[in-house]
């Protein structure tokens, strides 16, 4: 065990922060487009049922196969943290997208009215109203994107992507179980601790209803 | 005459299917003057309050507050200066009772000082005395209690008409009683302009001036409140046997 870290430790720690990385930029990207796409979806529910549908299908296209696909794609292709980033956000967009329009959707309808009624505009019901309202549901829909990027980011390593995935297909080409569970373990906790910590800020925003 | 604080005139709702919502309806509300709206369910009653907050819009005809066409309104500015009750009081459950009653002022721009202090004085108006009601939630109140609430966030901007659509129409009777005694004492302390949806004949002669009764959208009597015993009119003595029939009801368990 320790002759493993001695000889991989510097290694696991890289591949760590590079699979992070992979994760929190994808998960950004996602959330920057998801939100705002949500909200608009929610005033336009006529769009979302297209548009949820999409990202939908998107979801189902399995990783391995994206990846591939997407390679030679021209600008995409040529760098392969690029592409491995693009298309974990495409992985985490549905959920964020499909939480956010759910999330207000199911606001009490009175709610929204009283809040126009007190000559709220558009901008403050949002802000005041609707998002901190959907907040718990909203978080739920990001922990679900979180932890299917932590895994399928594992994947990228596929096209040389680096992250954990490094690791565990160096393993398994080798037939070093260590080196697989070099990789799988740190991707593991990776995903629990992000299911953990966005767990408990989505239970700290959950409102309680009278 | 001072100008009407209300006033509708040849207001219409027809929905695009072509169903008649309010028909003709020509109203004045005097300032100060307290109305009460009676008509059964489905009658336009909630249909017409909402004409003067610009919550809903006449497709033909108009509203008017204080003289200006509600059409040609600034809608936030307008809704205000309007207070709005519901029935279903309408709280938000992520604000303390203290954030939801200063709203009205929060997004006038007052600060957080001002508002506390505000809230401070209207609690106690509104009958909920002591300083651990600001600080509750809407969960951790009763449904009388939360409708107090309602009320106070209403004269919160201390706006000069008040909307209240059934306000007391989900509470038990003693309770109903209570927050009407203090409703004809707030009203007559703070001469607002009130507007007063109810399905209640005895609390609308006890709160009002004047009674409207709608049917169909349209409106079909419209008596000062010493004149609705008396009436003849076959619409208004549905509502008098109704309260007849309660009375007559509660002598009989009661002998
Ligand atoms: N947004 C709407 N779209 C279509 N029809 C509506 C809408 N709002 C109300 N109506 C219809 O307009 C009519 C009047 O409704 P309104 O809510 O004004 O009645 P009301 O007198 O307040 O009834 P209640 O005593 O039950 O509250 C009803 O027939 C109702 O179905
Ligand atoms: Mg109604």
Known sequence: MTGFLRAHGYEMARLTFEHLWLTLFAMLLATVIGLPLGIVLSRRPRLAKPIIGFANVLQTVPSLALFGLLLPVPWLGENAARLAILALTGYALLPILRNTYAGIRSIDPTLTDIATALGMTARQRLLKVELPLSASVILAGLRTATVTCVGVATIAAAIGAGGLGELIFRGVASVDNGLVLGGAIPAALLALLADAALGFAEKKLTVKRA | ?255
């Open chain 2, 1 to 255: 005459m001072a100008i009407a604080a209300v006033e509708f005139d040849a207001l219409s709702l027809v929905l695009s299917g072509g169903r008649s919502i309010l028909s003709g309806i020509h109203l004045a509300i005097e300032q100060g003057s307290t109305t009460a709206l009676l008509g059964r369910s489905g009658s336009g009653k909630t249909t017409l309050l909402r004409m003067v907050n610009a919550m809903a819009a006449p497709t033909a005809g108009e509203a008017r507050v204080m003289g200006e066409p509600v059409a040609s309104q600034d809608c936030t500015s307008l809704r205000r200066g309007i207070g709005y009750v519901i029935q279903e009081t309408g709280l938000f459950p992520h604000m303390t009772i203290e954030r939801n009653v200063g709203l009205p002022l929060e997004m006038a721009g007052a600060s957080k000082t001002q508002i506390a202090t505000r809230v401070a004085e209207l609690l106690p108006m509104v009958g909920l005395e002591g300083t651990s009601f600001a600080r509750r939630y809407p969960w951790q109140l009763s449904g009388g209690q939360r409708q107090r609430v309602g009320l106070a966030r209403a004269l919160a901007a201390d706006p000069p008409i008040l909307l209240m659509d059934e306000p007391f129409g989900a509470l038990d009777p003693v309770t109903r009683v209570e927050m009407q005694e203090m409703m004809a004492s707030l009203i007559e302390r703070l001469h607002k302009t009130v507007l007063l949806v109810t399905h209640d004949l005895e609390e609308a002669l006890y709160l009002a001036q004047r009674v409207i009764f709608l049917e169909g959208g349209r409106v079909v009597a419209d008596l000062p409140s010493n004149k609705v015993m008396p009436s003849s009119d076959p619409h208004v003595r549905q509502y008098i046997r109704a309260v007849r029939h309660n009375h007559r009801n509660h002598e009989e368990t009661a002998s």
